[in-house]
């Protein structure tokens, strides 16, 4: 034997019953000739409890067979110092990123040198692997990476529906033939429910995405659809979304203090936490686009338009409501409409379309009355109705995309009125003149009475 055999005396009974018991398992192969492989089947053991079994008797004799026997070592620290620890855990880091091997035979070579004890290959991967993921992720890919992965936003799991939309934008590598029959990629803009996956509302278009383009797709988002496989509605408590100056947009702000919603913005060059919809982008290049005729991913040459973008439009919603909805996403292991739809959920809703029209598609300004009109944008506007408000303040509404007219609202108050949002008290007035009411907060009444639309005079820019 290797080692003296240690003295049975220093076990006790039931170490040496065990002891016993283990060593008539190994006899036949330790005298009769038989395999170890074959004593492993027979007892129906692993192979390598029993080899270790043999090495421990040839070593240490019968005691070395039993468990907790007193180690040759005894008193003498087994515990890695911290420089060990932490040599571990530095190479651990390294990049290019290190095999567990590799950094095995180099600490057990470093640790020899040192004069520390030795560690095994176990310890060695149970320290690499305490070793927190963000930190690894840092390490072996970038910040890029860490913060996608790691973001609060990106981890961050909503609650329930609506609790927070994203936002975003994407070209599309498909051609179509637009309005003149050229070939063009169109441009989507989607918003996504963070917590079922699920596209509440999209638009497709030629143009580049601007606030008018992200405001008309969020009233999509928000009202009832017509379409009765579409369900997925309301207003969101969090609208999360791109950095870019459409998104941050003057227009984007007013719209989020009316409904009202929190707005969150990606930092500029950093796009944290939008890696679900992006997904989404990633779908419907892979399970629909790729399929399509005019598909033309980076690179592609010789693609022919064949198709329009309402041909697109139809086969691209038949796609969303009818495969993506439907399809079991990996993360949530649900069906994003079934998700949405889930524990009875009641979204909060506008309390007209029309309401929801205005607070959308246009923008309110702040202007005094002139005797002239009002100037607005290096233009005059001007109505008969404005002449009883000549000096007053008023606040305009206006579509971006068509100047030649502005909705005019006063602004009235009660003696005690607060500038912020109030409780509109219903009032009958006559059919020219309609109450527009705030946000319902608050006791004294405030609203906007709604003078007129006042018309750009032609051609005639203001001084």
């Not at 468990?67 to 190479?91: F, H, M, W, Y």
């Not at 091997?101 to 692997?129: D, L, M």
């Not at 993506?324 to 949405?340: D, F």
């Amino acid at each position: 034997m290797a080692q003296a055999s240690l003295p049975l005396i220093t076990l006790s009974e039931a170490q040496r019953t065990q002891a016993l018991e283990r060593f008539a398992i190994i006899r036949p192969a330790l005298e009769e000739g038989v395999s170890q492989a074959q004593v492993a089947r027979t007892q129906k053991l692993a192979a390598s409890t029993i080899q270790s079994w043999i090495k421990r008797y040839r070593e240490k004799g019968l005691a070395g067979l039993a468990n907790n026997v007193a180690r040759s070592d005894k008193g003498k620290s087994r515990r890695l110092p911290t420089e060990a620890i932490q040599l571990i855990e530095g190479l651990a880091l390294q990049t290019p990123p290190r095999s567990m091997a590799s950094i095995h035979r180099q600490i057990v070579g470093i640790a020899k040198e040192q004069g520390w004890p030795a560690p095994g290959y176990t310890r060695v991967y149970t320290i690499v692997k305490k070793l927190d993921p963000a930190l690894v992720t840092m390490a072996h890919q970038g910040a890029a990476a860490y913060r996608e992965e790691f973001d609060l936003l990106y981890r961050r799991e909503s609650p329930h529906a609506n609790a927070m939309w994203q936002a975003d934008h994407c070209e599309l590598p498909i051609l179509l033939l637009d309005e003149a029959g050229k070939p063009d990629k169109p441009w989507l803009t989607a918003i996504e429910d963070d917590y079922s996956r699920a596209i509440v509302g999209y638009r497709l278009s030629f143009q580049e995405a601007t606030a008018l383009t992200t405001a008309l797709t969020l009233r999509t988002a928000i009202w009832r659809k017509e379409d009765p496989r579409w369900h997925a509605c309301g207003i969101p408590t969090v609208f999360y979304s791109d950095h870019g100056s459409d998104f941050t947009s003057k227009h984007m702000e007013q719209v989020a203090a009316d409904l009202p919603m929190e707005l969150i913005f990606s930092q500029v060059s950093i796009p944290r936490g939008r890696g679900k919809i992006e997904r989404f982008f990633r779908s419907v290049d892979q399970l629909l686009l790729q399929d399509l005729p005019g598909y033309a991913p980076k690179g592609s040459t010789g693609i022919k338009a064949t198709l329009t973008l309402p041909d697109f439009e139809q086969r691209f919603r038949t796609w969303l409501l009818e495969d993506y909805h439907t399809r079991v996403h990996e993360e949530t292991k649900c069906q994003p409409a079934e998700r949405w739809e889930a524990g009875g959920f009641v979204p909060r809703m506008p309390r007209s379309l029309e309401q929801l029209d205005l607070l959308l598609l246009t923008v309110a300004k702040t202007r005094r009355v002139q005797q002239d009109g009002i100037r607005f944008q290096g233009y005059r506007y001007m109505d008969p109705t404005l002449a009883g408000y000549v000096k007053e303040e008023v606040v305009i509404r206006y579509d971006p995309a068509d100047l030649a007219v502005i909705r005019v609202f006063h602004q009235l108050c009660g003696q005690h009125c607060l500038h912020s949002s109030t409780q509109v008290h219903s009032i009958h007035l006559p059919l020219d003149r309609q109450w527009a009411p705030l946000s319902p907060k608050g006791d004294a009444p405030d609203a906007e009475w709604y003078i007129g639309d006042a018309r750009l005079l032609a051609a005639t820019p203001a001084d």
